[in-house]
């Protein structure tokens, strides 16, 4: 049976294109940038070409953006290198209720080394109410940071207006946009970002690889110490490899954008019809329109998440669940109790995410497996039964 993947919010197969891109910084082209020999200067001009592509890609300018090993420690980044670079200024963080944990732990650190956060409430479509951001800034205020849209609801926030607010006060603002750069067109100077992360593997790139835009004049303290690499902002020798292969990433997605997301937006607005129509007592998370073109995620009544997930893994299908069973904790994700799901609904959800690669007979197929599974798991279930 074919395995049908719908979980590219999770990860992406990276683009055959992207691949055939990298494969001579391998082994023939495997020079340190660094080294100011001919194998040296041709992989520096690799990394700098896939940089003026990234950076005309955002509307920003090549100095501006620094190459990293993910959406992860362009965060980690963002957050404690601003913090730690504006400590005088002051110790206050806004952020959202909903980040990424590549967010949330970077400030429960600095929690714990005197920096206080503010955690902004969204409101049961999972939105940032920009004037929340305006009440909540101080005098003491040194960041704020908000995703662009959100990895497991696909809602996306009023970035542009946030930043209008921010700007306004002269406070850096900070955007996660790891799930929109390749998807939906992402420009920093009509975002109002000061800050920007992304990451190569959530847009058909390579794994491991990622960039953080950083506005000419904002400051930032190092993050890693060692060699003067990205202008002494990133130390370690560059992965080449990684850099060419998120640049052609960006330069596929470029192109192919705008038609991919009519295309998944299209199957998307099939699918929550379809879901709402055929199963009884769902929920779906996230704002309606002010979403992910390849987002859909439901709440199911009374059944498990997780249950969801094995039965659909065994009929071939690949989805995810906000339902945390998966991982050590038994508590649902902070995400869909911060838009208000009591945590017996919550624990009932399931995301499927499509792709570049995702056909409408793979749509077809879930659509109609989909409520035998749950009928199938709700006759087992005692929550179903009490009711
Ligand atoms: C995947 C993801 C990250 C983490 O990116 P990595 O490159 O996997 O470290 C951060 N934020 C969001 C919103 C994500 O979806």
New binding site residues.
């Given amino acids: 049976m074919e395995k049908i993947y719908l979980d590219y919010?999770a990860t992406t197969p990276c683009d055959p294109e992207v691949l055939e891109a990298m494969k001579p910084y391998f082994f023939e082209k495997f020079g340190n940038p660094s080294s100011i020999h001919y194998f040296g200067q041709e992989a520096k001009k690799a990394i700098e070409d896939a940089r003026e592509g990234l950076a005309s890609f955002l509307g920003a300018s090549p100095a501006e953006i620094v190459f990293t090993s993910?959406?992860?420690e362009s965060?980690n980044f963002a957050v404690k290198g601003v913090a730690y670079a504006q400590e005088a200024k002051g110790n206050h963080i806004i952020t959202s209720a909903i980040e990424?944990h590549?967010i949330t732990e970077p400030c429960k650190f600095l929690e714990k080394h005197g920096f206080k956060i503010t955690y902004l409430r969204v409101d049961k479509d999972g939105l940032v109410n920009p004037e929340d951001v305006k009440k909540e800034i101080t005098d003491k205020t040194i960041l704020v940071s908000v995703?662009h849209a959100n990895?497991e609801i696909g809602v996306i926030q009023p970035i542009a207006e946030i930043g209008k607010i921010t700007r306004e006060k002269g406070i850096p603002f900070h955007t996660?946009a790891?799930?929109t750069v390749g998807h939906i067109p992402v420009n920093v100077n009509e975002l109002n970002v000061d800050l920007l992360s992304l990451?190569a593997?959530?847009f058909y790139g390579p794994k491991g690889v990622?960039a953080l835009y950083i506005r000419k004049g904002t400051r930032i303290e190092r993050f890693f110490h060692g060699g003067d690499q990205e202008k002494g902002r990133r130390a370690s020798t560059h992965n080449t490899t990684g850099i060419v292969g998120l640049g052609k990433a960006a330069g596929l997605c470029r192109r192919k954008m705008t038609e991919e997301a009519k295309f998944q937006a299209n199957l998307r607005d099939r699918m929550i019809k379809e879901i709402q129509e055929k199963i009884s007592e769902t929920h779906l998370n996230g704002h309606p329109l002010k979403r992910l073109p390849n987002n859909v995620n439901f709440s199911i009544k009374y059944i498990e998440g997780e249950s969801m997930l094995l039965n659909l893994d065994m009929l071939g299908i690949a989805a995810s669940t906000g339902s945390a069973c998966t991982s050590s904790s038994l508590e649902p994700s902070h995400v869909l109790l911060a838009i208000g799901l009591p945590h017996e609904i919550a624990h009932g959800s399931l995301r499927f995410t499509l792709g570049r690669w995702t056909k409408e007979e793979e749509v077809t197929y879930l659509l109609d497996i989909l409520p035998k599974v749950i009928n199938k798991l709700r006759a087992m279930s005692p929550l179903y039964e009490k009711k």
């Fill in positions: 919010a993910g959406g992860t965060n990424h590549a995703m990895n996660d790891v799930q990451s593997h959530k990622g």
